[in-house]
T-cell receptor, first 110, second 113 residues
C-alpha cells in the first residue's frame, strides 16, 4: 500500500471548516483513499473514501486532485467533538488490512 | 444495530501470564481483523479472518500470539507468556467482505505488569 504524509497537528476554530491535507504521491491506479478518525480512548471511526471523484457524505467531503497524488478531507463546520486524530490511508481495492500512519491531530477550539 | 464489541474493556495481568481477548463482530460480517495500538501510534495490523480461516496473519509479532474464530463469528486473540511490551490497546474490526469498510470496536486496554 502507498505511503501517506500528513501534518502532525492542526488547529481549527469551532464553526469553521477544517481542511486536512494528505499527500500520497506514490498511489497506484487501483488504490482508494480512505479517511478514519480516532477520538480519544475510542476505536477508529470510518469517515469517507474515494478513488478519483470527489465524495461527500453526512460527515465530510473528500477532494482528490486530478493526478490523485494528494487529497483533502473537509469538515464543513467543525465542532469541539471533531477533535481527534485523523488518518489518511491508501488501500488497494482487493486489500484487507489498513495501514495506519501517525495521522493528524486536529484540535477544534472555541 | 449493535456495533463491534470487545471484552474485557481493560485487562491487567502479570508478566508471564496467559490472556484471552474477545471480539464480537457486527452480525453478518464475514471479515474480522485484529490490530494493536501502542501509545501515541496508529493501529498496527495483526491478523485478518475471512470466515473461520485466517487469511492473513502476517502481522502477528511472534508465536506467543494466536487468534481463532471457530464458528466464523466471535474471535479470540490469545497471548501466551505475556511480556511488558505487549501492553497496548487491542482493537478488533469487522466488515461485510474483505475489501469493504471496516468498523472498529472500542478496544481492550491490556496492561502487563
Amino acid at each position: 500500500d502507498a505511503k501517506t504524509t500528513q501534518p502532525t497537528s492542526m488547529d481549527c476554530a469551532e464553526g469553521r471548516a477544517a481542511n486536512l491535507p494528505c499527500n500520497h504521491s506514490t498511489i497506484s491506479g487501483n488504490e482508494y483513499v480512505y479517511w478514519y478518525r480516532q477520538i480519544h480512548s475510542q476505536g477508529p471511526q470510518y469517515i469517507i473514501h474515494g478513488l478519483k471523484n470527489n465524495e461527500t457524505n453526512e460527515m465530510a467531503s473528500l477532494i482528490i486532485t486530478e493526478d490523485r497524488k494528494s487529497s483533502t478531507l473537509i469538515l464543513p463546520h467543525a465542532t469541539l467533538r471533531d477533535t481527534a486524530v485523523y488518518y489518511c490511508i491508501v488501500r488497494v481495492t482487493q486489500g484487507n488490512k489498513l495501514v495506519f500512519g501517525a495521522g493528524t491531530i486536529l484540535r477544534v477550539k472555541s | 444495530g449493535a456495533g463491534v464489541s470487545q471484552t474485557p474493556s481493560n485487562k491487567v495481568t502479570e508478566k508471564g501470564k496467559y490472556v484471552e481477548l474477545r471480539c464480537d463482530p457486527i452480525s453478518g460480517h464475514t471479515a474480522l481483523y485484529w490490530y494493536r495500538q501502542s501509545l501515541g501510534q496508529g493501529p498496527e495490523f495483526l491478523i485478518y479472518f475471512q470466515g473461520t480461516g485466517a487469511a492473513d496473519d502476517s502481522g502477528l509479532p511472534n508465536d506467543r500470539f494466536f487468534a481463532v474464530r471457530p464458528e466464523g463469528s466471535v474471535s479470540t486473540l490469545k497471548i501466551q507468556r505475556t511480556e511488558r511490551g505487549d501492553s497496548a490497546v487491542y482493537l478488533c474490526a469487522s466488515s461485510l467482505m474483505g475489501a469493504e469498510t471496516q468498523y472498529f470496536g472500542p478496544g481492550t486496554r491490556l496492561l502487563v505488569l
